[in-house]
């Protein structure tokens, strides 16, 4: 017997390298007329790598006393900048202390113990401004992670007991079919598509312009990415939104269609996902667009 187009188009996805999770999805697929793609993780390889570690003059710390308090508190986190963190100090021979109440915010940043003291490690922007600190206190911090933000690198402050200590500059390399995805893409559907990040706008926008992507959205929580999304479908559109991490989880849920990345992707993400790209190839998700749409015309 002859497969149903639709499965065989999943069995073809499959040869591709995704794994699509039913019928319906492979039909809804090719319907998207937008797409809204993550910066992090998607657009990047999302094996970032510590490139600076700058203590605050006025902390006391060495680079290695920074940089372990740091990988400490991120420890347990999944985040792609959490597994850079920790890799740089591990790399270094540096001892870890075990972190006490490690908690995450989604798009933010970590918290834990350290010995006795509160540690945060996050967004320049959420934490310096959530801190409650004055001005002249943040200052330091604010303008380290500026100037590595306007190097195209993201930023990350690391606080003890709400007073920022030191800024760690985290880079990542673009996926080398990034560019040539999102040309398909606008190709398919008649649009570019827009880049959804929890990252700084310096960061977003330099990367954005590498790509070819012009609709900027970045320091974006999880439920900004969500608004985004809707934004869209108010616009009568049909997004397709590609992530990995858990702060594109609800946007995923969502989305007309939801992608992940599932090698470094979250379980989460993968979980909420219709789809995902287990090989870990950026320019299956035009591949996949392109074999739904055929199979949708064989369907009668
Ligand atoms: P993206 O949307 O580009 O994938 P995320 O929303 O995951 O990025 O993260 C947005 C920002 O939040 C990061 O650039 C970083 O500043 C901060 N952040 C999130 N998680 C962590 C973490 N575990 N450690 C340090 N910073 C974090
Ligand atoms: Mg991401």
């Known amino acids: 017997a002859t497969m149903p187009p639709l499965l065989s188009a999943i069995a073809n996805a499959g040869r591709h390298g995704v794994l699509v999770k039913s019928a319906v999805v492979m039909e809804q697929l090719g319907q998207v007329d937008a797409v809204a793609l993550d910066k992090t993780g998607t657009l990047t390889e ?3 790598r510590v490139s600076d570690i700058r203590p605050l003059s006025g902390s006391g710390l060495s680079e290695g006393e920074l940089l372990s308090l740091a990988a400490s508190a991120e420890h347990p986190s999944e985040h792609p900048l959490a597994r850079a963190v920790v890799g740089a ?5 540096l001892a870890l202390p075990v972190a006490e109440d490690f908690s995450s915010t989604p798009g933010v940043g970590v918290r834990a113990t350290v010995r006795g003291v509160a540690v945060a490690v996050g967004a320049p922007a959420r934490l310096l401004d959530g801190s409650g ?3 002249v206190r943040s200052t330091g911090a604010a303008a ?6 306007g ?3 993201t930023a990350v402050v690391v606080e003890c007991d709400g007073t920022p200590v030191g800024v760690l500059g985290i880079a990542d390399r673009l996926r080398p079919d990034a560019a040539a995805t999102v040309a398909a893409l606008a190709g398919l559907t008649g649009r570019a598509p827009l880049l959804v990040t929890g990252d700084n706008p310096r960061a977003a926008a330099r990367l954005a312009a590498e790509v070819g992507i012009t609709d900027v959205r970045a320091g974006l929580l999880p439920q900004d990415k969500v608004a985004a999304v809707r934004e869209q479908q108010q616009a009568g559109r049909k997004v397709l939104v590609v ?3 858990v702060n594109d989880a609800p946007a ?5 269609s939801g992608l992940a990345m599932g090698r470094a992707g979250s379980d989460l993400a993968l979980e909420t ?5 287990v090989r870990d190839e950026l320019s299956t998700v035009p591949t996949v667009v392109a074999l739904s749409r055929r199979a949708r015309r064989l369907v009668v």
């Open 89 to 93: 100090a591990r790399e270094r021979g």
């Open 133 to 135: 600190s004055g001005e």
């Open 46 to 48: 999302g094996t970032p």
């Open 273 to 277: 996902a219709d789809a995902v790209i």
């Open 144 to 149: 380290l992670a500026a100037e590595l933000e």
């Open 243 to 245: 992530g990995d991490g």
């Open 252 to 256: 995923l849920a969502a989305a007309h």
């Open 151 to 153: 190097e195209g690198r």
